[in-house]
């Protein structure tokens, strides 16, 4: 019976956990022909995150820049395969220009930091992504 209960207890508190790939939107970003740039409008509330994956090829410069009103959005770059970011705004600014190592799909994530995601706040925002 106290294994039963245990069981029980597991399934229930596993489905009262909000999964992460719920909290995660992808997106491919693709510049208009004859364009090397573009500015996303959108937004992000409580631990979302934005996953925008760019192609890019290497050597070529990739610049981005996040603008919000709110003061705790910030992107993280990770290049194609690696474990951890190579560029964190929430350290280096919302701002960066990054000479491209390797080619393939670089991921940006905009989401809020831990202090205005639990409070569910909402923060709308351009990214704006330029390829030399």
Known sequence: MKMMKSLIFGVVMMAAVPSVADEMRRETVR???GSSSSTIK???KG???VQYALSVTAGQKM???LDSRNTSLYFN????GADAAMYNSSIDGNGTSITIPSSGKYLIDVYLMRNAARRNETASYDLTLYVE
């Open 63 to 65: 610049s981005v820049q």
């Open 77 to 80: 770059v990770t290049a194609p």
């Open 31 to 33: 510049f208009a022909t």
């Open 42 to 44: 959108s937004s992000v």
């Open 47 to 49: 631990y979302q995150t």
